[in-house]
């Protein structure tokens, strides 16, 4: 008899908890959100444990395309009266900041929220280590949070190799004279920056590729950076006649589902779908139009192709505010591709409620890599940061990377781990290593 009252009772539960959007647990595959709600939770079980008549839950609100999130928790006698406030508060919370819906994160000592089985075992890792007051350490746990996962085996997917025989022009519109849909033959082997021109399915095309736009925002960036670096600059994709090679593609979602989303995932993904994913080349992209208020982000993507699975990185400069100081932004954007700032940089900034502790900035202006704006636009002037710099700590050094000219003698490509996935913090950065990751791209 306990047994089937029991199981009424599972079963009414579940029902109510799968109908009720109030109680509803998150899938939102973040590993950023899901581990800063970690610190909701333990605040919520310290609080427990000292009131055990009262029951508690955590509601979290996660934000797919700036990883930004926010959370709240609530404690009751009544587990009912728990959710709904907590539910009602984080709502509030998230319209204020913009981290969208409220979902439930845990209730009591039980975690409900759902992540992929990668994430969810790094998530775990994580929970483990902060339960017992430990740091995070590792360089796997400073690697991106989302990215968009292409498959070679599908349909649709367009071979680096095949481009120019697969690749067609989606509007006939778009075919127009001096624009080219694939990357054309190159002019060196060496490594190098390739551009792409992305527009919304629903764009009007304002011809920034043929018309000379983005070659001059690339070209002013490589001219500013030669400036600061004292000789250095990105080595570009370049056609036989000496013009930057930028390659056009229209992508199958509109302006408005772009903006829905994470814009620079998706547009990267959709690059490396179409073919651009060359070994040997990184890539810069430009979309035409507007991305919310951002003026550029990097854009991750997972291949996951016939030799095995790499991350794919780029950096993305949206274009729909002016193209005027578009070349800041490209240049930042590219440095962050390239897998700067590294965390262990001394200026880094620090971020205790970011699963990383930090980010990818500088804590101080008139830096290209800074946070906080400044029109100096220096590239680690003092040498000290991600630039030539001496830092024993800090293996990458940007001046080293095999995508600038000048090349240095020892030089380095990006910082991937051994699963090919790229970190913000490389303890150790072995060529042979990365080389092994790129090698896997050529098939």
Not at 7 to 17: A, D, E, G, K
Not at 238 to 259: A, M, P, W, Y
Not at 279 to 302: C, L, N, S, W
Not at 355 to 383: C, F, P, T, V
């Amino acid at each position: 008899m306990k047994i089937f009252l029991f199981l009424i009772f599972l079963f009414f539960s579940f029902f109510n908890y799968s109908q009720a959007d109030i109680k509803e647990p998150g899938k939102i595959n973040s590993l950023k959100c899901a581990v800063g709600a970690l610190d909701a939770y333990f605040e919520l079980q310290e609080y427990l444990e000292k009131k055990p008549k009262l029951k508690g839950v955590v509601y979290l609100a996660c934000d797919t395309s700036s990883g930004e999130y926010s959370w709240t928790w609530q404690s009751s006698k009544n587990i009912e009266k728990a959710h709904t406030k907590a539910f009602k508060n984080c709502t509030k919370h998230s319209k204020k900041r913009g981290t969208g819906e409220c979902f439930l994160f845990s209730e009591n000592q039980n975690i409900v929220w759902q992540l992929s089985e990668r994430r969810m075992a790094m998530f775990k890792k994580t929970f483990a280590k902060k339960q017992n007051n430990e740091t995070t350490d590792e360089d796997i746990d400073f690697t991106f949070d989302g990215r968009w996962n292409v498959k070679s085996n599908d349909n649709d997917f367009v071979k680096y190799k095949n481009q120019k025989n697969n690749l067609k022009y989606k509007n006939r519109e778009d075919e127009i004279p001096g624009r080219s849909l694939f990357d054309q033959e190159d002019v060196t082997d060496d490594y190098q920056v390739h551009a792409i021109y992305i527009l919304a399915a629903d764009s009007k095309d304002k011809q920034f590729d043929t018309k000379g736009v983005i070659e001059k925002i690339v070209l002013r960036a490589n001219k500013h950076m030669k400036k600061k670096t004292k000789g250095k600059e990105l080595r570009l994709d370049l056609t036989k006649d000496g013009r930057l090679d930028v390659s056009f593609l229209r992508v199958d979602r509109t302006k408005k589902q772009i903006k829905a989303d994470d814009a620079a995932t998706y547009l990267t993904g959709m690059a490396v779908k179409n073919g651009f994913y060359h070994p040997k080349k990184i890539y810069t992209i430009f979309y035409q139009d507007k991305y919310r208020d951002e003026r550029g982000q990097v854009g991750q993507a997972m291949l996951f192709g016939e030799k095995g699975n790499v991350e794919i990185v780029s950096g993305v400069t949206y274009l729909g505010h002016g193209t005027q100081d578009s070349w800041k932004h490209h240049l930042h954007e590219i440095f962050h591709a390239l897998g700067f700032v590294q965390l262990c940089a001394p200026g880094a900034v620090t971020e205790k409620n970011s699963r990383w502790g930090k980010n990818d900035h500088l804590n101080y202006s008139g830096d290209i890599m800074s946070d906080m704006g400044g029109d100096a636009n220096n590239i680690d002037k003092k040498n000290t940061e991600y630039y030539g710099h001496s830092n024993k700590n800090c293996p990458m050094d940007l001046k080293k990377s095999a995508y600038l000219t000048p090349t240095e003698l020892d030089p380095q490509l990006l910082p991937y781990l051994k699963g090919c996935a790229t970190t913000r913090r490389l303890s150790k950065y072995s060529h042979e290593n990365s080389l092994n990751c790129l090698a896997k791209l050529d098939f």
